[in-house]
């Protein structure tokens, strides 16, 4: 992934949130396949000079579709690139689903990523939520429980 960064001339920042991060008891190559995932597609869609940053946490967490109230480890993956179209955000977890097919076939990938990330996520009893907005960027939040279910 570096290389893509550098070859992109891309600014890849890894910004730590809380000076206590518990320890996560999770698979670890599953929740390393989840961020390798969504930090490829971030640098796939966004441009040369862009910037992505990764953020880490560990915070209450409310109101997010699919898990329960309580203290969450969270990962968020934010960039300025081309952003996902509003009609299409409703679909991105679906497998197979590309946006734009006709945009997207020179950057390759099945549509599989984010489904599988998704998975994995509500695997461990956690869960991603993306927000976007064309031609700005998009940020996608990964909520992890410090311990996994499964």
């Known amino acids: 992934m570096s290389g893509e960064v550098e070859k992109n001339s891309q600014e890849l920042k890894y910004i730590r949130n809380d000076e206590y991060l518990p320890e996560v008891i999770a698979d670890r190559e599953k929740i390393e396949q989840i961020l390798i995932n969504i930090v490829q597609n971030a640098i796939k869609y966004t441009q040369d000079g862009g910037k992505i940053f990764i953020t880490s946490d560990f915070k209450d967490v409310s109101a997010v579709d699919g898990i329960s109230d309580g203290k969450y480890f ?10 996902i179209p509003e009609e299409d955000l409703p679909h991105i977890f679906e497998r197979f689903y590309r946006v734009e097919k006709a945009r997207t ?3 390759g990938g099945t549509g599989l990523g984010l489904a599988i990330a998704k998975e994995i996520a509500e695997a461990h009893g956690g869960t991603i939520t993306i927000t976007s907005k064309l031609n700005v960027g998009t940020t996608v939040n990964i909520y992890l429980p410090q311990k996994a279910k499964f």
């Open 74 to 83: 969270t990962l968020t993956v934010t960039d300025n690139g081309t952003g």
């Open 105 to 107: 076939s020179d950057k």
